[in-house]
């Protein structure tokens, strides 16, 4: 009996958990540079299904991994928009290091720097890009290698940089950027591709996560079942042995 | 309580916040030299539940960690300061700025605004003003006798007396920011400085980047209706979806407190 609703219980604290996450890829379906979100849990439940072993392997923490496959292309016509077309990150400087992001939605501060929605300055390969007060917005031409240029003058490139296959220890930081652990070193991207006047959209699917929601919810509602019927069975027992 | 609910509702708050502004673009669709707004989102703080590379056994460290976001927020709205289509009036006092540059307009209580809009009219005492009265910076006066005025691509002002003698009575000046983005909206088409658009650069029009005045012509918004009802659609169906979270969390709290009172 204890077994049962230690697996249970054990179920349905992943379900939760699987649900907030579809919860947050739901709310992020129009964030620029938004990678979603998704666990193994599915696996680690068809164990759970499998083994009828101790309680202690239900309990197996489930991974959650960022699915960093390309988003798709919305044309915005903004100067300072960018997404990125090919594996790699724009990176952001912050007084903790630096993040990576794929969100482009870039702007201008008073002093004519690139930085970020928030005001965090973009880094170029050599500081930050700083567009002359001469140059006018409709005048900075961004070349698919990162070239910015004002008025047809080069006035820097932006870094940018790929983790290769170890994209997958990067952690969210929130504001649209990721951390990298602190051993890990990025490389200069190779064959990444810089689009001007686009943003990249979210690669959240409603319908996968709509999917997966209906799932987690039909789930949800059988383990909660199978408590009940397990505290009815053991009603019975009950009321055989007072009777 | 499910972490899902509030972070539905942040993608719910968002999304309205996005058909507020587009309803806004679209509101201003036949404004002159009106600028369409977008507004971008940022992805929320992490709780982080177990961290990377965390022990789960003697000796194995997971290869990924626990984190689980709690929604969105709209990082800010930007306008986009692409050029609207030029419509010609054939008035002589309408002018279009074709490229970067705004005009400088002088309001009551002495302070400067800039506009896009450039549907010139001319006032009681021969200045000329915006559609909304507010008088053009540097002022420009019209003398009485004026039979014609023609405004150059540099902003002269050029008169034709009924003496048949031509002068020019003022030049229009432009005056550009390093951030546009930057601007504040003060509504009747007028923008005002702030600490991140930086400060006004003057000059004239055709020069050092600024654009050409094109009279005869006026600027019209540059909201595409097209764009911005498939950003309404949008918004509308991710607005859907997260109502959809928060009513399907609702079901599972349901079947939970069932059990309960079982």
Do not use: W
Request: proline residues 4%; contains cysteine; glycine residues 10%.
């Amino acid at each position: 009996m204890s077994e049962i609703s230690a697996q249970v219980g054990s179920a349905i604290r992943s379900l939760t958990q699987e649900f907030d996450l579809i919860a947050h890829n739901l709310a992020n379906v129009s964030t620029p540079g938004f990678k979603r979100r998704y666990n193994d849990f599915s696996k680690s439940l068809s164990a759970l299904e499998q083994t009828a072993g101790p309680a202690e392997n239900s309990r197996k923490p489930a991974n959650i991994a960022v699915d960093f496959t390309q988003g798709s292309f919305i044309e915005t016509g903004r100067t300072l928009d960018m997404a990125l077309c090919g594996k790699g990150f724009f990176v952001i400087e912050t007084p903790q290091g630096p993040l990576y992001t794929r969100n482009g939605a870039f702007r201008l501060n008073e002093n004519g720097q690139i930085v970020d929605m928030i005001g965090r300055i973009v880094a170029g390969e050599s500081g930050p890009i700083t567009v002359p007060q001469a140059a006018g917005l409709s005048q900075i031409n961004v070349a698919a290698d990162g070239t910015v240029s004002a008025a047809g003058v080069p006035i820097g490139k932006f870094k940018l940089v790929d983790f290769l296959d170890k994209e997958n220890r990067l952690t969210p930081a929130g504001l649209n950027c990721f951390a990298a652990p602190q051993n890990m070193d990025s490389e200069p991207a190779v064959g990444l591709v810089v689009k001007q006047g686009f943003q990249e959209s979210s690669n959240v699917q409603l319908t996968e996560e709509l999917v997966d929601m209906i799932m987690v919810s039909r789930l949800y509602e059988a383990n909660m079942k199978l408590i009940s019927k397990s505290g009815e069975t053991a009603k019975n027992l009950l009321d055989v042995a007072m009777s | 309580m499910l972490r899902a609910f509030s972070t539905a509702a942040t993608g719910m708050s968002a999304q309205q916040m996005m058909v507020d502004v587009t309803a806004n673009n679209l509101a201003n669709i036949n404004t002159t030299g009106f600028k369409r707004s977008q507004i971008d989102f940022q992805d929320l703080l992490y709780s982080k539940l177990r961290d990377f590379g965390a022990e789960v056994s003697s000796g194995i460290k997971t290869p990924g960690g626990m984190e689980i976001g709690s929604g969105v927020r709209a990082g800010s709205t930007v306008k986009v300061f692409s050029g609207g289509e030029l419509v010609n009036t054939s008035r002589p006092l309408d002018i279009a700025i074709a490229g970067d540059g705004f005009l400088q307009v002088r309001m009551p209580d002495g302070s400067l605004r800039y506009t896009r809009d450039g549907a010139l009219q001319i006032n009681a005492d021969g200045e000329l003003v915006t559609a909304m009265g507010y008088s053009i910076e540097p002022s420009v006066s019209i003398p009485s006798n004026a039979v014609s005025i023609d405004i150059g691509k540099d902003g002269s002002v050029n008169v034709l007396d009924d003496s048949g003698a031509q002068s020019v009575v003022g030049t229009l000046q432009l005056a550009r920011f390093v951030n546009p983005s930057g601007l504040s909206s003060e509504g009747d088409n007028l923008l005002a400085e702030t600490e991140a658009s930086g400060t006004p650069i003057t000059g004239t029009a055709g020069e050092n980047g600024f654009g050409m005045i094109q009279s005869g012509f006026l600027e019209k918004s540059n909201v595409q209706m097209v764009t911005e009802l498939v950003n309404l659609i949008t918004a509308q169906r991710a607005y859907e979806v997260n109502s959809r979270a928060i009513k399907a969390g609702d079901e599972m709290l349901k079947n939970a407190i069932q059990i309960a009172g079982y």
